[in-house]
């Protein structure tokens, strides 16, 4: 529930971005902003390979070569729930903790391409028509990459999506979702 919180608050410091702050305030938020980017971090992140489906959970370590051919038609419909209308699904990874916290939360990286550039796609995921599914509360720039962090809705879990310009345009993405404690 205090991850709740604090991704309100960020969300509320983002819409206030534009106004003057009392001192100090700011620095609370950005501040709030960091744990809740802290704490997004799980253990599926940066494990989703590009042409393959992957589980690992205490006792199972699977992965799976996914055929070019089967790749290409794995698109997300125009009423996906988290992936931009027609993004490419390429890469899958599914992190268990088997229950045990000590060994981390359960979660899920997918890998996608879309055609849209970055910022096109960190719009999509912006749209207040997403607050069914999801709500973003902060977005950073990390080099060429869009970094946007949020929660799911009705009290899910932690949520980061990474988006980076595609060699020949585009965008490469990951989106993490994670089990809410």
């Known amino acids: 529930m205090a991850l709740r919180t604090r991704a309100l608050v960020a969300c509320t ?3 206030a971005a534009a ?3 009392p001192s100090g305030e ?3 938020q950005e501040a709030d902003n960091q744990m809740a980017a802290q704490q997004v971090k799980a253990g599926a992140e940066g494990k989703a390979e590009e042409g393959r489906l992957s589980i690992q959970a205490p006792g199972v370590d699977i992965a799976i070569n996914v055929p070019d051919a089967m790749r290409s038609r794995a698109r997300a ?3 996906s729930d988290v992936l931009p209308p027609g993004a490419q699904l390429s890469g899958l990874h599914v992190q268990g903790d088997g229950g045990n916290r000590a060994v981390g939360r359960d979660s899920v990286e997918l890998r996608f391409a ?3 550039p970055p910022d096109a796609v960190a719009a999509w995921y912006r749209d ?3 607050r069914e599914h999801f709500t973003i509360s902060g977005a950073a720039r990390e080099g ?4 946007l962090t949020g929660t799911g809705a009705e009290g ?3 949520m980061t999506v990474r988006l980076t310009p595609r060699q020949g345009g585009g965008t490469d993405g990951r989106l993490v979702l994670i089990d809410r404690d």
């Open 13 to 15: 410091a983002a819409a």
């Open 19 to 21: 106004c003057s702050m």
């Open 26 to 28: 700011s620095e609370r």
């Open 77 to 79: 419909e125009p009423d």
């Open 114 to 116: 879309a055609a849209e």
């Open 128 to 130: 207040p028509a997403r």
């Open 144 to 147: 060429e990459a869009i970094v």
């Open 156 to 158: 899910g879990g932690p």
